[in-house]
DNA sequence: AACACGGGGCA
DNA sequence: TGCCCAGTGTT
C-alpha cells in the first residue's frame, strides 16, 4: 500500500471523534482552524463550542463588539486570532455580501488565514487539492522520509510544503489532510511514539536509522526575557477599581488590566511609591498601600517571563473614572490578572 | 530571516 | 526546565 492509503486507512480507524468533524460548513470549520492554530484540541474544544453557542453563524459574529469577542476568547491566548477573526468576520458581511470565500485564493484574503488555514478549509470544505503543513505533519513527514532539513527556517516550509503536496490524495484532499495530522497528533507523537503499533513501521526512515527523537529539526528560539509587573489594584470607598486597556503594540492587545508599573528590576515599596507618584497614579492624599503577594508571581509566556507583584491601594474617597467592581467579569483580561481576581477577595 | 504573539500540558 | 501545540503577521 502506498503513503496515502495506509495514512487514511489507519485514520479511519483511529480518528477522534470531534465536533468540528460532522460537518463542512465553512464558518464552523473555519472557526475550528483559527481556535486550533497553537493549540492543542483538549485546549480549544470548549472555547469552540461557546463560540459556536454565541455566534451560529458568520452574521452573529459581525454583528459582536470586538470586546465582546476577546471576553469570549479569554484565556486561550493569541489574541490576534480573536481580532481578526472578528475583522474577517465583518469583511466577509460588509464586502462579500455574507458569501464564504469558497477557494485557497480567496480564502488567504481573510486576516488571520495563512497558508495552513486556507489549505485546511478549501480541502475540507471545497475538496480542493491543497495540502496541509502543521506541526503534526512537519513531525510525520521529517521522520517518515528522514529529512532533517529545519522545519522552521523558509527552506523547511518550501520543502515540505512541496512534498506534502506530491502526497496528497487529489480524490480525497480533505480526508487526507485530517489524516496526516491526527496521525501525527496521535501516533507520532513529539515524544515517545509507540513506533511498534505504528503502519509505517517497516517503511519509515526515522525508525529504521533509529534517529526518531531527533526529528523533526527545528532552529532554537531565543530565550525569554524577563520583565517586571506591577499592578495597582485600586479599592475605593464606592466600591470601584480600575482598568485600563492595552492600546498599541504588544502583549494582550485591547485586552485590560489594572494600572501598570513596569520596572528593570522588582520593585520594592518605596520604590514603587515613588513611581507611583511620579507617574501621576497616586492623586489622592489619603490612600493605603499594601504588597498582595509577597512571593513575586511568575507568569511565562513564550517570549517573556513576567516577574509580577500586585499593589493594593485603598482610598478613602471615591473613584470619578473607575468601574464598579461588580462589573469587573465584564471585562476582557489576560489570565494572569484574570487569576488575581478569582483569588483576591474585594 | 527573525521575531512577536499566550497559555496549557507533558516528560 | 524545555519543548510542543491544526500558525500568522510584522519588521
Known amino acids: 500500500m502506498n503513503f496515502s492509503k495506509t495514512l487514511i486507512n489507519w485514520y479511519s480507524v483511529n480518528k477522534r471523534i470531534l465536533p468540528w468533524r460532522e460537518t463542512t460548513n465553512p464558518y464552523c470549520i473555519w472557526l475550528s482552524e483559527i481556535i486550533l492554530q497553537q493549540t492543542q484540541v483538549k485546549q480549544g474544544l470548549p472555547y469552540y463550542e461557546a463560540f459556536l453557542g454565541k455566534f451560529p453563524s458568520v452574521f452573529h ?9 476577546l471576553k469570549l476568547w479569554q ?23 455574507g458569501e464564504f470565500p469558497n477557494n485557497y485564493k480567496d480564502l488567504l484574503k481573510l486576516k488571520g488565514v495563512g497558508d495552513y488555514t486556507a489549505s485546511a478549509i478549501s480541502s475540507i470544505c471545497f475538496n480542493e487539492v491543497a495540502a496541509v503543513v502543521d506541526g503534526n505533519v512537519y513531525r510525520a513527514l521529517s521522520r517518515y522520509f528522514g529529512i532533517d532539513t529545519p522545519i522552521n527556517s523558509s527552506k523547511g516550509a518550501k520543502e515540505f510544503k512541496l512534498l506534502a503536496q506530491e502526497l496528497i490524495d487529489a480524490k480525497q484532499p480533505a480526508e487526507f489532510n485530517q489524516a496526516i495530522m491526527e496521525f501525527g497528533a496521535m501516533q507520532c507523537k513529539p515524544k515517545n511514539p509507540d513506533c511498534s503499533s505504528c503502519p509505517f513501521k517497516d517503511s519509515c526512515v526515522a525508525l529504521q536509522k533509529n534517529i526518531v527523537s531527533e526529528l523533526p529539526v527545528k532552529i532554537k528560539s531565543a530565550k525569554a526575557k524577563k520583565k517586571y509587573f506591577n499592578f495597582l489594584v485600586f479599592i475605593s470607598d464606592d466600591k470601584k477599581t480600575v482598568l485600563e486597556k492595552r ?18 528590576r522588582e520593585a ?9 507618584k511620579k507617574q501621576d497614579l497616586l492623586k489622592s492624599v489619603n490612600f493605603e498601600l499594601t504588597l498582595y503577594n509577597k512571593d513575586t508571581l511568575v507568569h511565562k509566556l513564550s517570549h517573556q517571563h513576567l516577574y509580577t507583584k500586585f499593589w493594593i491601594v485603598k482610598i478613602n474617597t471615591n473613584l470619578e473614572k473607575g468601574i464598579l467592581i461588580d462589573d469587573i ?3 476582557a483580561v489576560p489570565i494572569l490578572i484574570g487569576n488575581f481576581i478569582e483569588k483576591f477577595e474585594f
Not at 484565556?75 to 455580501?97: C, E, T, W
Not at 492600546?247 to 528593570?264: A, R, V
Not at 515599596?269 to 515613588?274: A, I, K, N, Y
Open 329 to 331: 467579569e465584564n471585562y
Open 268 to 276: 520594592n515599596f518605596e520604590t514603587l511609591l515613588e513611581l507611583a
Open 75 to 97: 484565556g486561550l491566548g493569541y489574541y490576534s486570532r480573536a481580532r481578526n477573526l472578528h475583522a474577517a468576520a465583518k469583511f466577509i458581511v460588509n464586502d462579500l455580501k
Open 61 to 69: 459574529l459581525a454583528n459582536a463588539d470586538e470586546a465582546q469577542v
Open 247 to 264: 492600546t498599541g503594540k504588544g502583549i494582550w492587545q485591547n485586552l485590560y488590566q489594572f494600572p501598570l508599573i513596569e520596572t528593570k
